[in-house]
């Protein structure tokens, strides 16, 4: 089972950037496609960027889309999200998982494996 690491979270300004990075020692990334979901406090678990192994694509959720970029390093074996423009209703924390169902229609992603930790964002003045 793949162990997936979350890094780079923080406590950034309205308007600021953050980049997390999801790691997964031992195991190779591009074998999987991998999501990136957030958790808010006292809300649900969403999807919020996913990136195909087999191609490369990548699908976001409305919310993010222009702001939030999801990329593949396989030289370091990682997959980064890169979140410009933040705004108070990012925060939540941050975690990757491997998914099926990677798409234009979010509500097919489904993550399987066990979460990691997780990364804090925090957005704020």
């Known amino acids: 089972q793949v162990q997936l690491v979350e890094s780079g979270g923080g406590l950034v300004q309205p308007g600021g950037s953050l980049r997390l990075s999801c790691a997964a020692p031992?195991?190779?990334?591009?074998?999987?496609?991998i999501g990136w979901y957030r958790q808010a406090p006292g809300k649900e678990r969403e999807g919020v960027a996913c990136?195909?192994?087999?191609?490369?694509?990548?699908y976001y959720e409305d919310s993010v889309k222009g702001r939030f970029t999801i990329s593949r390093d396989s030289a370091k074996n990682t997959r980064d999200l890169q979140m410009n423009n933040l705004k108070p209703e990012d925060t939540a924390v941050y975690y990757c998982?491997?998914?099926?169902?990677?798409?234009?229609?979010?509500?097919?992603?489904?993550?399987?494996?066990?979460w990691g930790q997780g990364t804090q964002v925090i957005v704020s003045s």
């Open positions: 998982a491997t998914v099926g169902g990677c798409s234009a229609v979010r509500r097919s992603w489904y993550a399987f494996g066990s």
């Open positions: 031992g195991f190779i990334l591009d074998d999987y496609d």
């Open positions: 990136i195909r192994s087999s191609d490369g694509k990548t």
